[in-house]
């Protein structure tokens, strides 16, 4: 059995499995140094704080609540904690509108219980990353009052995206442009004397509009917030719509545009995001000139100058950067610019072993090409559960939301396949991010009464999209309990399904086997066994539906993601470390991924 990196011709995926002729490719990312900086190989945990624990009984999750429970993730094994917003905010996005960046919401308590979750969070070896959201403000936030009161032309309007209309009067938007929460995005105003008035962009909801980051004022104000935050101890931000603060010169209208298949034209630096290819062999590209400007680098070369001027210990950005392709988005995490970058690309990717492959290699050469850490990340509060989305068919696209008359996922397939998932997740080399409850398997909430749903999408489509409130479920801690040990009474700010009492922390800590537990043993064998440091290289003659892959990090630690409907062989002398199932005699059945020593 070839057990070297030389180099191989790679053999097909297909044909029968025999685990004594696997060869191993070339390296296809070589390992980071064993004392690389903390962020290039770091588990950062998300909390939604309206979700994760109330400690008053208001039925919304606060800071005192995270910070009663802090020794939970500590005994996870997690590096890191990133929070989503808790600023002062009416909540139109709950928080997503952000009316005072330099304090917090009264939901969720003050600026002395942030800066005790710091010190209690530090205290405990966690850092502490915060939700920074750049691209627009509330319609709250004291400078847009002062723009509706100004007149068009202002430098209050300037520090928003304020224009006149088309059409005879004025009547019409500026341009087509639209929400991505549905409708335009553009909503107009109504002066002082009761006529209509100029417009203002929202890429989201009406009560979010957008800043105008060519304005020097709106630069300087943001590089201040970080320095307010840093000041107090944080760790890193993330940062909300990295990709669309600057847009295109003269705001011109979105367009569709085609090319026939084959065509290599580039669309590189133009804001173009796929449509999708129709039957006609024609692949439908829509220009959007909101999203990835060349700009926006500027502004955050700028940023990552203030953050270094604070020393060591690092302290990090992480881009929610919706970009394609590969190497447009990690022109995001130059060596000058941010640290780590969302890899959406994995968390999109269908239950299918090619397709899973594909985009390991394709992420780890991107990330290299510029010196980056890849990152992994299945779950966010923006999207379906993995352990519901992976409950469908591979085709059978579900990123935002199930509705009760929608066709229902597998819950005990989604499950499995959620922990086969997160067991190969977490052995690649880099950065992986894991959302809150995910540790418990918790799936969607599928069968949430309409009248409780929040998401503004929901709204502003009269429906037609569901909207991400099934995944930002208040958390079950204890079965049974008012609010399942949420808070300490029976509310809850949105509806607990009933199938999350058996999810519960009480229920699966200390029992062998749960999910729980195996999250735990998965983050204590990483630290270990150095694989957010490894190189990597991909295992051949397993077949088209199995990723097989070699992460050498302390140890060289074989990992087998079975996907196909037969169970596979581990080769001779493997030393199981984890199993995402139990094996069946001694092979790895479907929807299984197992790591074992391999010497």
């Given at each position: 059995m070839t ?6 011709d790679?053999?097909?995926l ?5 685990p004594?002729t696997l060869?191993?490719s070339?390296v296809v990312?070589a ?5 690389a900086a903390?962020w ?14 109330d400690?008053?009984?208001d ?12 020794t ?8 890191a904690?990133w929070?989503s917003?808790?600023y ?7 928080g997503?509108?952000v009316?005072?960046y330099r304090?917090?919401?009264?939901l969720?308590?003050t600026?002395?219980?942030?800066d ?12 502490v990353i915060v939700?920074?959201?750049?691209n627009?403000s509330?319609?709250?936030?004291v ?5 509706l ?5 202002s430098?209050?309007?300037d ?6 209309g088309t059409?005879?009067h004025?009547?019409?938007p ?6 991505v929460?549905g409708?335009?995005a553009?909503?107009r105003?109504t002066d002082?004397?009761g006529?209509?008035?100029?417009w203002?962009?929202?890429?989201f909801?009406?009560?979010?509009p957008?800043f ?5 004022r709106?630069?300087?104000?943001f590089?201040?917030?970080?320095r307010?935050w840093?000041?107090?101890g944080v760790d890193?931000?993330r ?19 085609t ?8 669309t590189e630096?133009d804001?173009?995001?796929d ?11 829509v220009?959007?000139p909101?999203?990835?400007q060349?700009g926006v680098?500027e502004v ?7 953050l270094?001027s604070?020393?060591?210990?690092d302290r ?22 941010m640290?780590?970058?969302f890899?959406?690309d994995?968390l ?11 985009v390991?290699?394709s992420s ?5 090409s510029v ?6 990340v ?8 993995h352990?519901s989305r992976?409950?469908?068919?591979p085709?059978?696209?579900?990123q935002?939301?199930i ?5 229902q996922?597998?819950r005990a397939l ?6 086969a998932a997160?067991?190969l997740?977490?052995?690649l080399?880099g950065g992986a ?8 398997g ?8 309409d009248?409780?749903?929040q998401?503004p999408t929901f ?10 409130d ?7 801690w ?6 399942n040990g949420?808070?300490p009474?029976?509310r ?8 999350y ?6 229920t ?7 999910t ?14 150095a694989l957010?440091t490894?190189?990597l290289?991909?295992?051949?003659g397993?077949?088209s539906d199995v ?10 630690v074989l990992?087998?993601?079975n996907l196909g409907?037969e169970p596979?062989r ?9 199993s ?5 005699d001694g092979?790895?059945p479907t929807?299984?991924t ?6």
């Amino acid at each position: 059995m070839t057990r070297s990196a030389s180099t191989l011709d790679r053999p097909t995926l297909d044909g029968p499995v025999d685990p004594d002729t696997l060869r191993v490719s070339d390296v296809v990312h070589a390992a980071d140094s064993p004392d690389a900086a903390w962020w290039r190989q770091a588990v950062i945990y998300q909390i939604y704080p309206r979700s994760w624990s109330d400690s008053d009984g208001d039925g919304i999750g606060d800071l005192p609540g995270i910070t009663s429970r802090l020794t939970y993730l500590r005994d996870l094994g997690v590096d890191a904690v990133w929070l989503s917003p808790f600023y002062t905010s009416p909540q139109a996005d709950a928080g997503y509108d952000v009316a005072d960046y330099r304090d917090v919401d009264p939901l969720f308590g003050t600026l002395a219980d942030a800066d005790a979750l710091l010190e209690t969070a530090h205290g405990l070896g966690i850092r502490v990353i915060v939700d920074l959201v750049p691209n627009h403000s509330s319609d709250e936030h004291v400078w847009f009052q002062a723009a509706l009161a100004a007149a068009p032309g202002s430098a209050e309007r300037d520090l928003y995206m304020f224009r006149d209309g088309t059409g005879e009067h004025g009547e019409l938007p500026p341009n087509n442009w639209q929400s991505v929460f549905g409708g335009p995005a553009w909503t107009r105003t109504t002066d002082a004397d009761g006529t209509p008035g100029q417009w203002y962009l929202h890429l989201f909801d009406r009560k979010q509009p957008d800043f105008n980051w060519e304005n020097p004022r709106v630069r300087s104000e943001f590089e201040s917030v970080l320095r307010f935050w840093l000041d107090r101890g944080v760790d890193g931000f993330r940062v909300d719509v990295a990709h669309g603060l600057i847009k295109e010169q003269g705001l011109p209208d979105a367009r569709e545009r085609t090319t026939m298949l084959g065509d290599t034209q580039s669309t590189e630096g133009d804001g173009t995001t796929d449509g999708g290819t129709t039957d006609d062999g024609v692949d439908h590209r829509v220009h959007t000139p909101y999203w990835d400007q060349d700009g926006v680098h500027e502004v955050y070369r700028v940023w990552r100058q203030v953050l270094e001027s604070y020393g060591t210990p690092d302290r990090i950005l992480c881009a929610e950067a919706w970009v394609e392709p590969q190497e447009r988005a990690v022109a995001y995490v130059r060596p000058d610019e941010m640290h780590q970058a969302f890899n959406f690309d994995f968390l999109t990717a269908p239950w299918i072993a090619h397709d899973l492959r594909s985009v390991i290699e394709s992420s780890l050469r991107a990330a290299d090409s510029v010196g980056a850490p890849s990152t992994w990340v299945l779950s966010n509060h923006d999207v379906v559960r993995h352990a519901s989305r992976l409950g469908f068919e591979p085709g059978h696209r579900r990123q935002n939301g199930i509705a009760a008359g929608d066709p229902q996922p597998d819950r005990a397939l989604g499950l499995r396949r959620a922990r086969a998932a997160t067991t190969l997740m977490l052995a690649l080399p880099g950065g992986a991010y894991v959302y809150q409850g995910e540790e418990l398997g918790l799936p969607d909430s599928t069968d949430m009464p309409d009248e409780f749903r929040q998401d503004p999408t929901f709204a502003r489509t009269a429906g037609a999209e569901t909207g991400r409130d099934g995944c930002r479920v208040p958390l079950p801690w204890v079965a049974g309990a008012p609010s399942n040990g949420f808070g300490p009474s029976d509310r809850t700010w949105l509806p607990q399904p009933d199938v999350y009492r058996g999810y519960a922390v009480d229920t699966q800590v200390g029992v062998e086997g749960s999910t729980l537990e195996l999250y735990r043993t998965l983050l204590a064998g990483r630290r270990d066994l150095a694989l957010g440091t490894g190189s990597l290289a991909f295992v051949e003659g397993y077949g088209s539906d199995v990723v097989a892959l070699v992460n050498g990090g302390r140890e060289q630690v074989l990992v087998v993601a079975n996907l196909g409907a037969e169970p596979v062989r581990l080769p001779e002398g493997a030393e199981v470390v984890v199993s995402s199932a139990p094996l069946v005699d001694g092979l790895v059945p479907t929807d299984t991924t197992v790591w074992a020593r391999w010497a």
